[in-house]
């Protein structure tokens, strides 16, 4: 974790020195360059399980408003809105100095974003066609669930969650929970350890 703060990625941590960096992801044909910086999730690279995660949505029949739940620097949510130019983004994230690089992102990208600070869906309204997560890990299982179960409050009838995780992080036991929840849980994907869950709002 180290002194950059990696730890608390998922909190206010603009105390933390700005170290801003441009790195470079290529998908699908797109070159995506994001600004990242201390404090965040992957500063470094964009991770394996956001790039699982966009290849498995890819496939996946999107609808119209889309939510990027923890969105981090902006990687899933800028990546979606150039595979999906159609649908409505909105991001959200807990940290602000996230929020601020997806803002940035989605600016040096030419997509169109709503981007907010929101602790889960605390700041969200909208009731949306797919929420897609790569969620916090390191900030447990109680915040994790949460996440999963607004989610549910916040889709529309036949909506869906995409959810990213390894199986050695739990991917088997928020699979249970997320079929408790919605009645259904498939996994759409394996790669490497990481586990894409999908679930369907069927009322």
Request: hydrophobic residues 40%; charged residues 25%.
């Amino acid at each position: 974790m180290g002194g950059d703060g990696m730890s608390h990625y998922f909190t206010d941590n603009r105390q933390l020195p700005q170290n801003r960096k441009e790195i470079s992801f290529r998908f699908s044909g797109f070159i995506i360059p994001l600004i990242t910086d201390n404090g965040v999730f992957c500063k470094g690279e964009v991770d394996f399980g956001s790039y699982v995660l966009l290849k498995t949505i890819k496939e996946e029949p999107l609808g119209d408003h889309v939510l990027d739940l923890g969105c981090g620097y902006g990687v899933i949510g800028v990546t979606v809105k150039k595979l999906f130019p159609d649908a409505e983004m909105l991001m959200v994230d807990v940290n602000p100095r996230a929020v601020e690089l997806a803002v940035l992102n989605a600016q040096k990208n030419s997509v169109e974003a709503e981007v907010r600070v929101s602790d889960i869906f605390e700041n969200v309204t909208e009731t949306l066609s797919d929420i897609l997560t790569n969620p916090p890990i390191r900030a447990g299982k109680k915040v994790i669930y949460a996440m999963f179960e607004q989610a549910y409050d916040h889709l529309r009838p036949q909506g869906h969650l995409y959810v990213v995780i390894r199986k050695q992080q739990g991917a088997l036991s928020a699979k249970a929970k997320i079929e408790e929840l919605f009645g259904n849980c498939e996994v759409i994907n394996k790669e490497k350890g990481y586990y894409i869950l999908k679930s369907t709002k069927t009322d």
